[in-house]
């Protein structure tokens, strides 16, 4: 089956990354059009680690959104 995520993508490396397009309205508050982490080598720690670097924009922009 395999990691499935609209924002989780396995690169020719191996590894997998996380990257989350920034709404167009708040792209001059974050700075950037989109948010880019590498997650991990494996499969099984890129599932582990997704939780951790999902909230972190999330928060960013749920609290850029309210503001």
């Known amino acids: 089956m395999g990691l499935v ?3 989780v993508q396995r690169l020719k490396s191996g590894l997998y990354r996380y990257r989350m397009q920034v709404p167009g309205r708040l792209r001059d ?3 950037k059009g989109e948010i880019v982490r590498v997650l991990e080598e ?3 720690e890129a599932l582990r680690a997704y ?3 999902h909230a972190e924009p999330e928060r960013l922009l749920t609290e850029l959104k309210a503001s």
């Open 51 to 53: 939780p951790h670097v």
């Open 42 to 44: 494996s499969e099984k």
């Open 29 to 31: 508050a974050v700075g």
């Open 5 to 7: 995520s609209k924002y």
